[in-house]
């Protein structure tokens, strides 16, 4: 057989395409393995991202609502300290309103209660079936005394987080928050305390670390000493070369070594008190697939360069790629569900949020369109200032829901520290608009009430105007423009202010109730809303009633966006002082002392008349001459209810200890005296008297609405 040399050339251009194939396909495959080496890389980054940060999210959300609850009742702890029986009252009422504390009680000092014993221990605790048990945990013989919860809290003067230790009681992982109870003189009389499960949090890392066969995560406490580790203290020692970087608060990763076992570790910071979790990954198991799906594409580039093989190599590689997404698919909603959870923690959820208070009422609710949302209100007291606020991020689902997060951290944080909510506002925009690489904003609102003055002073970043609500009305505030969050960095946001009225209703909303739509596209609009806004001032009758209207009017439409609505009631107290001599000429100015503080003019009159008579009684009897001594008249109105007190430095006389006259006698019958108290009390609800520091003190009370 004869090769010609046809042949040959044409052997020599097939051997030239093969070659050429050949190095084409080395050239895709070693783009595809570079390539494909980062994605799974950042895969590992990213996942190792998202455990963290939720890790700390949920450590934060759940130590805040601990702290926030045990510190709400503190003073109330402090004023029922005559009643040693109320404090398991106390304990049960915190763990009914925070389901994730596994136990709430009060450590006395010793002997406080003699007949308590030497350690009085009122404590509520959660059973496994859910129920409350209230006990005395000084029965159990255990000294508590000893603990740390109870000594650092004494030695630091203020509140305390210990670090993760197992219970006495059921070896359960807990952490403990407590604070020093002080009596009036300020004494410490007593340690409040509450316990949180840390189950969920080992259960977390847990999960963190069970990707791969080999992973393990740990969890640092300030001191560099592992609390929490999914192996159980068996920690190579190749771990303790990031110890550092995480005992400073760092956030990053590295690679580390052990016994020629290269892995890589994510660290970050969570929670605010010091510690740090760390997930460690080895470098041979996150790319162990990777490496068999490369060994496989090289076996085939070698066999033969096969059209067909390539083709079926891709399909194998398309379902490859669809069940990694699934199971993709599968974990999103999983973390879905759990930023759920976190989103709806951050938010209060206790309704009366303050209920040692009576000037102000508050309830509040968010609906998010999905299963997170960018919708937020928040609000807290500081210093005899209610500051609350309420926003919504452009966009919808996990981005608009991590901004929310940020959103809301950066108030809190910067309300704690600054004096005026436009000051505020700017903090939030400057560090919101450095880290804005996605473009999106944040309209919001701001405000900050003075619970003794009534003054309300807020800012107002591009968000839906309130409304103020009274007794059948509803007007919407008048706001100065301003950009919303996170546009430009340095803008300068204008703040006002105004007084809420007495007994008013400042009811806050985002566009998701207005722009609700039902089935035809028709909007909900501000009509319907203004409409339900003048038939109650009652916060949670206010809210309900729009969330039960909006329902009716949707019909079971879906709904395209989150939903947020929040209601405050302020009631405030008007005062007004008074001084005159007694002497019946000074009377003259009582009509006009009282005009502004009595809208109805009978109920004004009536105040006069018997105001009149009690002056004319101190005029008469306490002083022995006209012009010889002074009297105060303090006057208030809180929930429509007038209280004048009238002090003078007189004789002591009790006008309320006379006897009523006998109005059915002829005027010629009866005796001197008398009418003038018997008219007070008919046109007055209440009288009191009491004698004071050598002085008559006299009080009256009357509806004036």
Not at 317 to 337: D, V, Y
Not at 380 to 402: N, R, T
Not at 476 to 488: A, E, G
Not at 566 to 592: C, D, M, Q, Y
Request: aromatic residues 8%; glycine residues 8%.
């Amino acid at each position: 057989m004869k090769i010609s040399l046809k042949d040959i050339k044409g052997a020599i251009q097939g051997l030239g395409v093969l070659i050429l194939a050949a190095l084409l396909l080395q050239l895709v495959s070693g783009i595809q393995y570079y390539y494909t080496k980062k994605s799974i890389e950042n895969e590992a980054r990213k996942l190792a991202e998202i455990r963290l940060k939720n890790a700390n999210l949920l450590v934060e959300a759940g130590m805040t609502n601990v702290e926030v609850a045990v510190q709400n009742v503190t003073n109330f702890v402090r004023d029922n300290l005559d009643s040693p029986d109320r404090m398991f009252d106390i304990t049960r009422g915190v763990m009914d309103l925070n389901m994730s504390l596994a136990e709430c009680g009060l450590l006395f000092v010793p002997n406080y209660y003699p007949k308590k014993g030497r350690a009085y221990h009122p404590a509520s605790l959660r059973t496994p079936e859910g129920t409350i048990q209230t006990i005395d945990l000084n029965r159990d013989g255990f000294n508590y005394y000893t603990r740390p919860w109870y000594n650092d809290a004494i030695a630091k003067d203020g509140a305390n987080w210990t670090d993760p230790y197992f219970s006495h009681s059921d070896n359960n992982l807990i952490c403990t928050f407590s604070t020093p109870i002080k009596d009036n003189d300020g004494k410490v009389v007593a340690v409040l305390y509450a316990d949180i499960s840390l189950e969920w949090l080992r259960q977390l890392i847990e999960e963190g670390a069970g990707e791969y066969k080999n992973a393990y995560s740990v969890i640092l406490n300030k001191l560099g000493e592992p609390v929490i580790d999914t192996r159980n203290g068996d920690i190579p020692l190749g771990f303790f070369a990031i110890e550092e970087p995480m005992v400073s608060q760092e956030r990053g990763e590295q690679k580390i070594t052990y016994r020629d076992t290269v892995s890589y570790a994510f660290y970050a910071p969570i929670g605010n008190h010091g510690w740090s979790m760390a997930i460690v990954c080895p470098e041979k198991e996150i790319f162990a697939d990777f490496r068999r799906i490369s060994t496989r594409l090289s076996i085939l580039s070698l066999l033969g360069l096969l059209i067909l093989g390539f083709i079926m190599f891709m399909t194998g590689r398309g379902f490859a790629k669809l069940r990694k997404e699934e199971g993709k698919r599968e974990r999103m909603e999983k973390e879905l569900n759990i930023a759920h959870g976190i989103q709806m923690g951050m938010v209060p959820k206790v309704f009366p949020p303050f209920p040692e208070r009576d000037d102000i009422e508050i309830y509040a609710y968010l609906n998010a369109a999905r299963e997170v949302g960018g919708d937020l209100y928040d609000y807290f007291i500081s210093d005899g200032k209610l500051w609350f606020s309420i926003g919504d991020v452009s966009g919808k689902g996990v981005p608009a829901s991590l901004v929310m997060a940020v959103t809301r951290s950066l108030f809190r944080t910067e309300a704690m520290h600054q004096s005026s909510p436009e000051v505020v506002m700017k903090a939030v925009n400057d560090s919101m608009a450095e880290m804005n690489e996605t473009n999106m904003f944040v309209t919001m609102f701001i405000g900050c009430l003075d619970l003794d003055s009534g003054e309300l002073n807020f800012c107002n970043a591009g968000h839906n105007p309130p409304v103020i609500c009274t007794s059948g009305t509803a007007s919407r505030i008048q706001l100065k423009p301003n950009l919303p969050l996170s546009l430009i960095n340095g803008y300068t946001y204008i703040g006002e202010s105004m007084t809420i009225p007495d007994g008013g209703t400042l009811f806050l909303y985002t566009d998701g109730l207005t722009e609700a739509e039902n089935i035809h596209k028709n909007l909900f609009g501000e009509e319907r809303m203004m409409e339900v806004l003048r038939k109650s001032t009652v916060p949670s009758e206010l809210v309900k009633g729009m969330s039960k209207a909006v329902s009716a009017y949707t019909d079971g439409a879906e709904q395209n966006d989150d939903l947020t609505m929040l209601a405050i009631r302020f009631w405030g107290t008007r005062r007004k002082h008074l001084g005159i001599k007694n002497e019946i000429s000074e009377l003259n100015s009582v009509p006009e002392f009282i005009e502004d503080l009595c809208p109805d003019p009978k109920i004004q009159s009536e105040v006069n008349l018997a105001l009149e008579e009690a002056l004319v009684n101190i005029v008469d009897y306490a002083y022995d001459k006209p012009g010889s001594g002074t009297i105060d008249i303090d006057a208030s109105v809180h929930r429509n209810v007038l209280k004048l007190v009238l002090t003078d430095s007189g004789k002591p006389f009790d006008p309320t200890a006379t006897t009523a006259p006998d109005i059915t006698l002829p005027p010629d019958q009866r005796p001197v005296g008398g009418l003038g108290i018997f008219l007070v009390k008919k046109l007055m609800d209440t009288l009191d008297y009491e004698r004071k520091d050598d002085k008559n003190i006299l009080t009256m009370t009357k509806k004036i609405c």
